[in-house]
């Protein structure tokens, strides 16, 4: 197995990533030397900076010494100055989840979340409940936890809580003991030939191996379409829990939760666990179905850790990460949110789970703002973004960010216009009934006024994606 040495000093290219910087946190609190670079200096950048590393806002050679190991993300280019010098002084090089993956390997157990939605609430959930109940675990978030103000935390105890993302087919370096797959949907294809066919194989083959040793616990969600549809395909291991009236005489389903009911600051269900036959009430402080998936895979999965009845009292303090519905100002009297989601099938829910929070306020209408994040996602998914926007009282449509050195073969063709002449269609032809006020396109300069005249005081105003707009609200709230 490998394993690190104090001896040498760590070197993430790229250190102000979500991922990167939360290994490096976790390296410096472990008696590491770490240090780094990044074209830019940000709130997590100066985050890592008061814990003592050294953080280059320049990419040179002279930045790389002999007694260095690099680390490096996926999206470093092979022509970084940094990255050919380490080539050069034919130093060791990790990609990032090479390292998570050694890290995992240091405790006697790991818990990975992977799928398409819902990695980021899910493994919070668990870090969250698991630290909470005393076993002290070293996670890796893909957010900010609001409890621990970062996106990494280090303990003392057994256990490594982490997500394991698909892209650029890096699901082959994870190892975990444990396993919670959300959800299969098209995302990241650009890093299988554009091919969902091989996604989706590419998953399944994932899942099979974590399954194939019976001392591990693998558990999908019954209920997502695409792991129903590849149901044939799963180890006779794999375990499920559901949400819906599935076949609960399949033995291999485990858990289910029925009766889901918005209440006062979130959502209500009874939860049953087949195996331990036991039933309890559940109030998580989050909203919509979606939110609720996330909450029972965690409960299911820290269940073989600690008593049912101890994580359902924890969970009701449960704080999501940030840019997860996070509730960042107001305007006015409107209060703002904003939430990372990217994908269709994730705006859909955020729209649908803010209807859900604003029940019984009269005249309260859901306003969204969208962004779409990246050409060729915007390609790919135009149409579920028309279909989940029409969720929507009102829609406001942002051009398509795409971050620079994202996509070599960036379409500068594909613009928001095909969200909204799809919205358009869909209206005209019936496909989709909807009670959409209106919709538009806008530019992000025209939004602070075009909000100015249309929010009222019970609105809910959405800033939804992964790009820019997360740092919107700093100039539009009060």
């Not at 975990?176 to 590419?202: A, C, G, M, R, W």
């Not at 179905?289 to 999965?301: Q, R, S, T, Y």
């Not at 909204?420 to 269609?425: A, G, L």
């Amino acid at each position: 197995m490998q394993t690190l040495n104090k001896k040498n000093s760590y070197y993430f290219i790229g250190i102000g990533g979500a991922g990167m910087s939360a290994l490096a946190n976790i390296l410096a609190a472990e008696g590491y030397k770490v240090a780094g670079s990044d074209l830019q200096a940000t709130h997590i950048t100066k985050e890592l900076e008061k814990l003592g590393i050294q953080i280059n806002y320049t990419q040179v050679t002279e930045n790389i010494t002999d007694d260095m190991v690099i680390i490096h993300t996926d999206a470093v280019s092979p022509e970084n100055l940094e990255y050919q010098e380490a080539i050069r002084r034919q130093l060791k090089i990790y990609k990032r989840p090479e390292l998570l993956s050694i890290l995992e390997k240091t405790k006697e157990f790991s818990i990975a979340v992977s799928g398409a939605h819902g990695k980021t609430t899910t493994s919070s959930i668990v870090a969250y409940l698991l630290t909470e109940t005393s076993l002290d675990p070293t996670c890796v978030i893909g957010g900010i936890l609001p409890q621990w103000n970062s996106n990494a935390r280090i303990g003392s105890g057994k256990c490594f809580v982490y997500e394991a993302c698909e892209a650029f087919g890096n699901l082959i370096h994870y190892h975990p003991t444990h396993l919670i797959v959300t959800n299969i949907d098209k995302d990241h294809l650009e890093h299988f030939d554009n091919s969902y066919q091989k996604f989706k194989e590419y998953f399944v083959t994932y899942i099979n191996r974590i399954a194939e040793n019976k001392e591990n616990f693998v558990l999908l969600n019954y209920d997502d379409a695409e792991i129903k549809n590849l149901m044939p395909n799963f180890s006779e291991n794999v375990r499920f829990f559901s949400l819906e009236k599935s076949n609960l005489h399949d033995p291999r389903i485990i858990a289910q939760a029925s009766n889901l009911q918005p209440i006062e600051g979130g959502t209500g269900f009874f939860l049953e666990l087949f195996q331990s036959k036991k039933g309890i009430s559940v109030t998580i402080p989050l909203y919509g179905k979606h939110n609720v998936e996330d909450a029972v895979a965690a409960l299911v999965m820290c269940s073989n850790f600690m008593a049912i009845e101890k994580l359902v009292i924890a969970i009701k303090n449960f704080q999501n990460s940030q840019r997860r519905f996070e509730l960042v100002g107001k305007i006015s009297e409107t209060k703002v949110y904003t939430d990372y989601a990217h994908l269709p099938a994730e705006v859909a829910s955020v729209i649908l789970g803010a209807k859900q929070s604003v029940l019984g306020l009269a005249e309260a209408r859901i306003i969204a703002v969208f962004q779409p994040h990246l050409p060729s996602r915007t390609k790919e998914n135009y149409t579920g973004f028309a279909k989940a926007l029409l969720n929507a009282d009102l829609a406001l449509v942002t051009p398509v960010y795409c971050p620079a050195g994202r996509e070599a073969n960036e379409d500068l063709n594909i613009k928001s216009e095909l969200i909204y002449n799809e919205m358009q269609r869909l209206l005209d032809s019936g496909e989709v009934k909807s009670n959409i006020e209106s919709y538009k396109l806008i530019e992000d300069s025209a939004l602070q006024a075009e909000l100015k005249n249309i929010l009222r005081p019970n609105d809910l105003l959405l800033l939804i994606g992964a790009g820019t707009i997360g740092s919107w609200h700093k100039q539009l709230c009060d």
